[in-house]
């Protein structure tokens, strides 16, 4: 890529700079541009994940990978909250393939099926490891088939004074090489990911404010560990109640030829179980609770 009117910054803090290879060479609608294009690809992933993903409590859960870098239950979910490790590790998995394909270009060895081949290889590569969600896939694909066209309204109506540019490889469209296809494809899980990481930055500071949302939050993931850590009980199959022995579980008795309802299970035919009573860290002597529970269970 060669910009006709170029912004040329030959040296700069950190990045440092010569004549011969400046510190950044730019043009007038480049950060609009790409800050828009950032917008609405991050966007389309927070909308789209909420539209079709049911995104895990918490991010501080890990285990090994079933695929590079991603939990193995519920995968769709987990890539809806990424860590910062694996944020900064998808851009820069973006950055090497970008610069990548500039190298095998400037070689002059490779043709261009070669590295768009090369490049698409990394594009899946970069998906599988760093998203393999629907809705990345979704996005992704977008950004792949409208970057190009986006590319081609601009070197068609920018002329030179105006900012204008071109490939000096006008490659398979008469625009540019079809390498860049899978480069832009690569470019929704470095942007998309980073936009689920501020998404949910900004979501759980809103939790950690508002006490209500926290203490509902901390409360269902204590009921989730206690259900995972305790055994299963074979007397009522971990539904908490059995049939009362009182009645036989029929709800009621018969005595002098009349039918009386059961005081012990109010005629319901259940009683709490006692067997895995103890699992659940409940008072045994707290009659209002049992009845509490007991009233929550269906018959």
Not at 89 to 94: C, D, Q, R
Not at 122 to 140: E, K, M, N
Not at 243 to 262: L, M, S
């Amino acid at each position: 890529l060669q910009y006709d009117d170029p912004i040329v910054f030959i040296t700069l803090p950190f990045l440092g700079g010569t004549v011969a290879h400046p510190a950044l060479t730019t043009a007038w609608w480049v950060p609009e541009l790409f800050g828009l294009a950032g917008f609405i690809i991050g966007w389309l992933y927070i909308a789209l994940d909420a539209a079709m993903l049911t995104p895990p409590p918490s991010s501080s859960s890990s285990s090994s990978s079933s695929s590079l870098l991603l939990p193995p239950e519920n995968t769709a979910s987990a890539a809806t909250r990424p860590s910062p490790p694996r944020i900064l590790l998808g851009i820069s998995f973006f950055t090497f393939q970008y610069y990548l394909s500039g190298l095998l270009y400037s070689q002059g060895s490779y043709d261009r099926s070669f590295i768009c081949v090369i490049m698409s290889i990394l594009a899946g590569l970069g998906y599988g490891a760093f998203d393999a969600s629907v809705s990345g896939f979704i996005t992704s694909s977008a950004t792949a088939l409208g970057g190009p066209l986006i590319e081609v309204g601009l070197i068609s109506t920018l002329n030179t004074g105006e900012g204008g540019y071109h490939y000096t490889d006008l490659g398979e469209t008469g625009f540019f090489p079809l390498w860049i296809v899978p480069v832009y494809f690569l470019g929704g899980p470095a942007v998309g990911n980073l936009a689920r990481g501020i998404w949910n930055a900004l979501d759980d500071d809103d939790n950690n404010n508002d006490p209500s949302k926290s203490t509902s939050f901390t409360n269902n993931n204590n009921q989730q560990q206690q259900r995972k850590e305790r055994k299963h009980c074979t007397e009522c199959n971990d539904s908490r109640a059995v049939g009362c022995p009182n009645c036989d579980a029929q709800g009621y008795y018969i005595t002098y030829n009349q039918r009386v309802k059961c005081n012990c299970c109010k005629g319901r035919g259940l009683v709490i179980c006692r067997s895995c009573f103890a699992e659940y860290g409940d008072d045994p002597n707290d009659l209002e609770n049992i009845r509490d529970i007991m009233s929550k269970l269906p018959d």
